[in-house]
């Protein structure tokens, strides 16, 4: 008997947690799990990579500074230095005072911006996207598991409906989108 | 579950018997009916006068900063205080959003949405006045480094106001992608919902194919809580490089080391009582006062009386360092504010903001609807009069007694401002019928610690 692919459905959040558990514990493989809000610890308890995100936004803010001290050295200092109010232009090291706030700025900016588009585009979200979840209900109060069914599909069944699952469907698997 | 306990001494964040379901229900309601008669009263008015403020803007454009009141002694008057009112309003959208994630309060999600939106619509308005005060806004471009026809001819980095320039921007950009990012699991929430064909296709535009993968919201967490820890510092350093503006210049009256800490207090106190006001409101019209509870309401009053008081030391702080400084012009500037002939503004000032929050030590005040709204609106209006006193009484007498002088409005003065007020509430009424106006999917995550029903369950 092939593997089968089930879409599994619950109603709460504490029950889907424990059955995420229980599915990893008997060693079957979970595709996805679809919520409508973040539950705390689902990640962990499906063995998800934390992202590093946060990582890559450190560099994406360097990246800001760089640019923004860069820039105004070549602008103020290079190409075309004078003394504007008094704030001598002739050197970076006496003019970066005046300099700080838009460094900072521009490192914000490269930081948020990259950040945000990174997700957007690891997580597959633009507009004219369509959405991916199987069941509409999961964007509102029921939380869905894709899985595979296991070698034995009975005995998954039974445990799924045992852990208050409150429909199991079984699906064709699909061509990977 | 042991997991979702709260302490009994918090008050329940979500009023009712409410599950997950009419969470949905409750925050789709506005989106799903047509609007009343009400809402389409407000927003004509509101449509109205903002086509007047249209009208004064091409009135000016079209001959000239000229129709302002402004003259040689006084160069900047209501533009600017108008400007900095709107910047400083905004700037409570990010503290409840970004600061208030940062400090684990969860009275922060029932508000957090329309505070934001408060914010990008109020920058807007904002944004308006410098770009109509130079004349000729189709040269805006000329703010940016772009290298030109000119040979090396670029902006001043050394110039506080190109500062604020990259300062506003960023802030109106990064609270835009941040409101967003929020926004997509509950567009996805009313698309999932839709019937009608064009609605679900608009939200399905709007949502960006949110799916709600576990993937995804572990990102989504981690986006949230770094952006909140970016916007903390851009939300003080926007207001702090608008108080440079004045602080750097050799004024008496606006060279002053205090305007930093100062503006940023004031900002947050002004931008606390906007939310006040449009929340006090929409949770009425909306049927939100589940969500927006009375201790909402009372949490933001006690924000207020604090920045209120914090404003009002800096105020008199700013009257003893004139005295102390023992420089004259400086001793001059501030005696003229309180006494010469703009005394009635100060006067203003200090009554609204420093007084009038003063008020909400009193429990039975600040737990009152009808009192949190009046003061709310009296500090706005208080908050727009500290700008003005800045502005002009430092202005008005300068350093030639021939030159002194007084500023008296235009109607074109008057009628840009006012069409601002009406521009913020035709999107603001527009965002009320057409946005998840609550983060409803960040109401779901506390409802079982801070839902009453839950809470009294468990504390049985």
Redo the contacts between chains.
């Keep these: 008997m092939s593997a089968k692919r089930l879409h599994v459905m619950f109603d709460d959040?504490?029950i889907l947690l424990d059955a995420v558990k229980e599915i990893v514990k008997n060693k079957i493989y979970i595709h996805?799990?679809?919520?409508?809000?973040?539950?705390?610890?689902?990640?962990k308890a499906?063995r998800?990579k934390?992202?590093n995100?946060?990582i890559a936004?450190f560099f994406y803010g360097c990246i800001g500074f760089t640019v923004a001290v860069l820039?105004?050295y070549y602008?103020?200092i290079l190409?075309?230095p004078q003394d504007?109010?008094g704030?001598p232009?002739f050197t970076l090291i006496e003019?970066i005072p005046?300099?700080v706030?838009?460094i900072?700025?521009?490192t914000?900016?490269f930081?948020?911006?990259l950040?945000?588009i990174t997700?957007?585009m690891?997580?597959?979200?633009?507009?004219?996207?369509?959405?991916?979840?199987p069941d509409?209900?999961?964007?509102?109060?029921k939380f869905l598991i894709d899985m595979e069914s296991g070698s034995n599909l009975s005995k998954t069944k039974t445990m799924l409906k045992k852990m208050g699952a409150i429909s199991i469907k079984e699906v064709k698997e699909e061509s990977e989108k | 579950?042991s997991?979702?306990y709260e302490a009994p001494i918090r008050k329940p964040l979500v009023l009712g018997d409410k599950?997950?379901?009419d969470i949905?229900n409750d925050i789709a309601r506005p989106v799903e009916t047509p609007p009343d008669r009400d809402w389409w009263i407000a927003f004509s008015i509101s449509m109205v006068v903002f086509l007047w403020g249209l009208g004064c803007i091409a009135y000016t454009i079209g001959t000239g900063i000229g129709t302002w009141g402004l003259n040689k002694t006084v160069g900047w008057a209501w533009d600017i205080t108008n400007f900095v009112w709107w910047v400083g309003i905004g700037h409570a959208g990010t503290l409840i959003s970004a600061v208030l994630l940062l400090f684990r309060q969860k009275w922060r999600m029932g508000i957090n949405r329309s505070a934001e939106a408060m914010t990008i619509f109020s920058v807007i308005q904002a944004g308006l006045f410098p770009l109509i005060h130079m004349g000729r806004p189709w040269l805006v471009y000329w703010f940016f480094?772009i290298p030109n026809q000119y040979g090396?001819?670029?902006?001043?980095?050394?110039?506080?106001l190109?500062?604020d320039v990259?300062?506003i921007s960023?802030y109106l950009?990064?609270s835009l992608?941040?409101w967003w990012?929020g926004l997509?699991?509950d567009f996805?929430?009313i698309?999932?919902?839709a019937v009608k064909p064009f609605r679900k296709k608009m939200y399905?535009?709007l949502?960006?194919?949110?799916?709600?993968?576990?993937?995804?919201?572990?990102?989504?967490?981690?986006?949230s809580?770094?952006?909140a820890g970016?916007?903390t510092?851009?939300v003080l350093?926007v207001h702090t490089?608008v108080s440079?503006d004045f602080a750097t210049s050799v004024i008496p009256g606006w060279h002053t080391t205090i305007f930093p800490p100062y503006f940023v207090a004031g900002a947050i106190f002004s931008g606390f009582a906007m939310v006040q006001t449009l929340l006090i409101i929409m949770r009425k019209v909306s049927r939100l006062e589940s969500y927006i509870t009375l201790q909402h309401i009372e949490m933001m009053n006690i924000v207020i009386m604090i920045t209120g008081s914090i404003v009002g030391c800096a105020y008199i702080t700013e009257l003893f360092i004139a005295w102390y400084s023992g420089v004259e012009y400086e001793q001059y500037a501030f005696l003229n504010r309180a006494t010469g002939p703009y005394w009635w503004a100060y006067f203003l000032m200090m009554s609204c903001n420093v007084v009038s929050p003063q008020v909400m030590w009193i429990k039975k005040i600040r737990t009152n609807i009808i009192w949190s709204f009046i003061i709310s609106i009296v500090v706005n209006i208080g908050m727009w009069f500290e700008r003005f006193v800045i502005i002009v009484t430092s202005l008005h007498r300068d350093y030639l007694p021939s030159s002194w002088t007084m500023f008296s409005p235009t109607f074109v003065d008057i009628g840009i401002f006012i069409g601002t007020i009406g521009f913020f509430f035709v999107l603001f009424l527009l965002y009320a019928r057409s946005f998840p106006v609550v983060a409803q999917?960040?109401i779901?995550?506390i409802l079982?610690s801070s839902g009453e029903t839950y809470k009294k369950n468990r504390d049985k």
């Excluded at chain 1, 997580?123 to 996207?129: E, I």
């Excluded at chain 2, 949502?207 to 989504?220: E, L, N, P, T, V």
């Design positions: 959040d504490d996805e799990v679809y919520t409508p809000f973040p539950v705390h610890g689902l990640d499906m998800l934390p992202t995100i946060s936004t820039m105004m602008i103020m190409d075309w504007i109010g704030k232009s003019n005046s300099f706030p838009i900072f700025e521009m914000v900016f930081a948020a911006h950040m945000v997700f957007y690891r997580s597959k979200l633009w507009p004219f996207k369509e959405a991916e979840n509409p209900s999961t964007t509102d109060d | 579950m997991s979702h599950s997950y379901a949905s480094p090396s001819l670029w902006v001043n980095f050394n110039s506080p190109l500062w990259f300062a960023t950009t990064v992608v941040f990012t997509l699991p996805a929430m698309r999932d919902r399905s535009l949502s960006f194919g949110w799916s709600g993968r576990a993937k995804d919201w572990q990102r989504f967490e981690e986006v809580l770094v952006l970016l916007a510092p851009l350093s490089i440079f999917a960040e779901k995550t079982k």
